[in-house]
């Protein structure tokens, strides 16, 4: 059953939105934004990306020409003008603006509770905990049982219980606030783990609590033994969450010196045999919206490193689709037409790699990891981000040397194979109208576009093989998606 999520009527699209991050702008003018860019939820469950092309523009242009609801019916559009308010997604889906959900973005949430209000440190340490009291409620229900069953006071209870370790800061009622997109996601996940076989009444449910953090105190010390450097604790297992049969057998398993940590492959034996005989099982968490696309993978173990291919760059895209400034970043184009979206996390910051999933964010690597495949991979050694802003300082500066490296960065990688803008006539420009873009640029667009030059005119430098592209790349990807050689076993619950 997917959750009944409720679409805005037409009066809502003739109004501002009301709170968040977007409050006082026109729903009509947010859509127009989120147009090739922004995932908009509908009705139905589905995530999807809205075509920026002139038919959904051109609709979204008449509905900001009705200043209030009382130019629309009771029943909501003009009669007969229906479909002029049905726009096409990506994947030439018609949809009605009625079924489009009223989330954050365009104003919605409940106050407190509303997550845009959230730091995403603070959203995903709730949802994790809500997961874990789901998880406890639901594995002492009867089999199937319906969302409403799940009562804040067995949730309370739950909490309460030994059958639920979270971080000692955590709060019940913080925790159960989420808005019901969070409660139902928590129910399908619980559900399909039931179904699935991997959690039962039988297991207690961690997160972020001594019996957990035991487990990556052994990793570190497995690491320090191989004398390699300590991978961080989601690199190598990414379990947000772990479901355990036995805390003593933890205890035994991960003491200090033990057999297990002696190195990292006998240390990620023992995660294997554990996981497998259901007795430790490390889980990572993505939303889920929609039951019928969940999945459950297992990952990094036997079955996954014997089928695993590496990975490999089939393109570049440096420009946005109004030119080279347009975009604050870029995207690498692997395998499958898959996206690495390149960018600084935040105005002037590092650079930061992460994988676009159908529904989400993927994993990231940041600029230490970037750093360190280029190192090993391409024998490459680029700027940190403190000497890239002094870069900016002198390119603000109209220092001449420094703006024509920026330029050869970019010529290269305009003019590279790779670059799926090659053949434009309109997203490659000539180093006179580079200049003259350049001049009209905030400072912090200056950076993240430099930025992402760093690396990819790498890439796209012909001396450069095609070997070391693919490498660089691979390691990168197994990196944001915790698939490294030294990485552990886990399951993988997504959309």
């Known amino acids: 059953m997917v959750a009944k999520l409720k679409g805005m009527p037409a009066a809502e699209w003739v109004k501002k939105s009301s709170q968040g991050p977007n409050k006082g702008i026109p729903r009509a003018n947010l859509m127009i934004s989120a147009l090739g860019k922004i995932a908009i939820l509908q009705r139905d469950g589905k995530e999807d990306i809205f075509a920026d092309n002139q038919e959904n523009r051109t609709k979204l242009q008449i509905l900001q ?18 479909n002029q308010f049905k726009l096409r997604t990506k994947s030439q889906r018609l949809v009605s603006l009625n079924d489009v959900v009223k989330t954050a973005y365009f104003g919605g949430g409940t106050g407190e ?5 959230m730091s995403a440190t603070k959203l995903t340490a709730m949802f994790e905990s809500l997961q874990c009291l789901y998880c406890a409620v639901m594995t002492k229900l009867p089999a199937n049982a319906a969302k409403e069953k799940v009562t804040n006071t067995l949730l309370q209870a739950a909490f309460n219980s030994s059958r639920v370790k979270l971080n000692s800061t955590t709060i019940f009622k913080e ?11 928590s129910y399908y996940v619980a559900q399909g783990l039931i179904k699935q076989g991997y959690i039962s009444g039988a297991y207690s449910f961690h997160r972020d609590d001594a019996v957990m953090n035991s487990i990556y105190k052994s990793k570190a010390r497995a690491f320090k033994n191989n004398e390699i450097p300590n991978l961080n604790n989601d690199k190598w297992n990414p379990g947000d969450i772990w479901a355990i049969k036995d805390t003593k057998l933890v205890a035994d398993i991960f003491k200090e010196k033990s057999l297990a940590e002696s190195s990292v492959l006998s240390l990620n ?18 939303k889920v919206i929609n039951p019928k696309l969940m999945k459950m993978t297992v990952m990094n173990d036997n079955k996954f490193r014997a089928q695993q291919k590496p990975h490999t760059l089939e393109g570049i895209q440096l420009a946005g689709a109004k030119g080279l400034f347009s975009m604050q970043g870029g995207f690498l184009i692997i395998e499958g037409n898959q996206k690495i979206d390149v960018r600084p996390a935040a105005a002037n910051g590092a650079l930061n790699m992460e994988m676009i999933l159908s529904t989400a964010r993927g994993g990231k690597a940041g600029q230490s990891a970037q750093q360190q495949a280029a190192s090993d991979f391409m024998n490459y050694t680029y700027p940190d981000n403190q ?16 703006i024509k490296k920026f330029w050869k960065m970019i010529d290269t990688i305009q003019n590279s194979p790779l670059n799926i803008h090659r ?23 200056i950076h993240a576009k430099k930025a992402v030059a760093h690396v990819f005119s790498k890439l796209a430098d012909p001396r450069t093989t095609k070997k070391q592209r693919n490498d660089f790349v691979d390691y990168l990807v197994n990196y944001a998606s915790s698939t490294l050689p030294e990485s552990s076993v886990y399951l993988k619950v997504y959309q």
């Open 65 to 82: 020409g009705y200043k209030n609801d009382n130019e629309l019916t009771a029943d909501g559009w003009p009669t007969g003008k229906q």
């Open 113 to 117: 509770k509303d997550t845009n209000k």
């Open 175 to 185: 925790v159960v606030s989420l808005d019901d997109s969070w409660h139902w996601s």
């Open 269 to 286: 034996d023992e995660i294997q045999k554990a996981f497998f005989d259901k007795t430790i099982m490390g889980i990572s968490l993505k």
């Open 387 to 402: 000497a890239q802003l002094l870069e900016d300082r002198r390119i603000t500066d109209n220092n001449e040397i420094e």
């Open 423 to 445: 053949t434009s006539t309109t997203l490659k420009v000539d180093e006179a109208i580079f200049r003259a873009e350049l001049n009209n640029q905030e400072q912090n667009v």
